[in-house]
Each structure stands twice: as C-alpha cells, then as structure tokens.
C-alpha cells in the first residue's frame, strides 16, 4: 500500500535524524568514520604546515650553504636546523675520524657521502611519520561503511519480518540509515587518500632539497680536501726549493 506523501515528508530522511534513529552497531559504526575523517583533516593541516617550514628552512640554508668557502665556515653560517645541523655533523665526524688518512680523498668522501645518504632517507621517514593513518582510513573506511550499511539492512529486514509490514514507512528509513554508514565511509576514505597522495609529493619535494643539500656539503668537502693537498704540494715544493738553494750556497 502507498504511503501518503504527508507521511513520507514526516520520515526522518535528514542525516542527523537518520544518524539518531540508526542502531547502536550502526551509529557506531558511523562514529567511528566521523572521527577518522577529523582526525585525516587534523593529519593534513598539521602536516602541511610541517612541510611547509621544512621546506622554507632548507631553501634558505641551500642558498648558506652556495656562499659557504668551507665545511667549518658552513657550521658557523648555516642555522641550528635539525636535519642540517646532522648532516654537517656526519661529514665533520667523518673528518675526524679518517684525519690519519686524508690523503685516500676517494674514500673518506665515500664514506661521508654513504653516511649522509642514510640520514636523508631517515628524515624522509620522519617526514611521513603519521601518514601511515591516512592510507589504512583510505583502504578500510569504504569496508567499515559496508558493514554497517550491512547491518542496517539486516536490522530493517528483521523488523520487517516482526512487524509483518512491507510499507515504504517501515522499510525506508532503516535502508536510509543504512545507506548513511556507506556514504560516510566514502566521506571519510576519499580525503583520506587525496591528502596521503599529496603529502607523498610533498615529502618528495623535501627528500629533493635534502639531496641537494648533500651535494652541496660533498663539493665542500671535496673543495677543503683539495685545499690541503694544494698546500702539502706548496710545502713540498718550498722544503725541495730550501734544500737545493742550501747545497747551492755551499
């Protein structure tokens, strides 16, 4: 039998209303999709402003580090950045350690540069620490809002088959809060996915100017070790000139 239309516009079709007449596994279940896609919205502001800094504080330390003459004058010049001041740690520590054995330049810069590319992939982790959320709301939250959609139908089905009522008043409103549990699992995975995907691009983007960050502090390197072998060369030459200008006195 046809339900007037008087009686359908007085069905609770509104989502708060629906969200209210659901079953508590549903309503559950709908608490749960609201809170993961807060917390992917608390996740994608806090990050991007994260980035953002990140990415302000390596561009102007790249330009420090283009104007610096050598690896100690970039320790004095280049700000107290975590990242950065770990980088130029690395390749100082380096240094120290293999200063009995300079003169094999191929392999101390090996070494700094083996070094500094396990901490750029360490700050590309740290990076992405916290996205990990992102991508598991993404992959369960479509799954989440089926179950409750799920259930929903399966509670409509057993009142219907209690009340022995068939009329679009009994059966549409728990198909509709059903329903609700599915489009909130899309309201939440959607996002979700969007901004891991954007925040990936994002780190990228970071990862580059650490890169490049590493390449800066290895010509450093190979510009100081240049130096010393530049000056043992000129003591060479200035002991082997005092020596022949002393056999020549005498």
Known sequence: MATPAGDLASLPFTPWEMFLGAGPVVRFVMMI????????????????????????????????????????????????????????????????????????????????????????????????????????????SPFVGLFGTVWGIMTSFTGIAATKATSLAVVAPGIAEALLATALGLVAAIPAVVIYNYLSRQCLGCKAQVGDLTALILRLVSRDLSRLHVQGNSGQVLRFATHRADQTGR
Request: aromatic letters at 2%.
């Open 33 to 140: 999709l609201i809170i993961a896609c807060v917390i992917s919205w608390v996740l994608f502001i806090a990050k991007v402003v994260e980035m953002q800094r990140v990415k302000r504080a390596l561009a102007k330390t790249e330009l420090t580090l283009e104007d610096a003459p050598s690896l100690s004058a970039a320790h004095e010049l280049c700000p107290d950045i975590g990242i950065v001041k770990a980088l130029l740690l690395a390749a100082s520590n380096e240094w120290t350690r293999s200063a009995e054995i300079l003169e094999d330049r191929e392999g101390l810069k090996e070494r700094i540069m083996l070094h500094l590319e396990r901490l750029e992939a360490a700050e590309g982790r740290h990076l992405m620490r916290g996205t990990g959320i992102l991508a598991t709301i993404g992959a369960t």
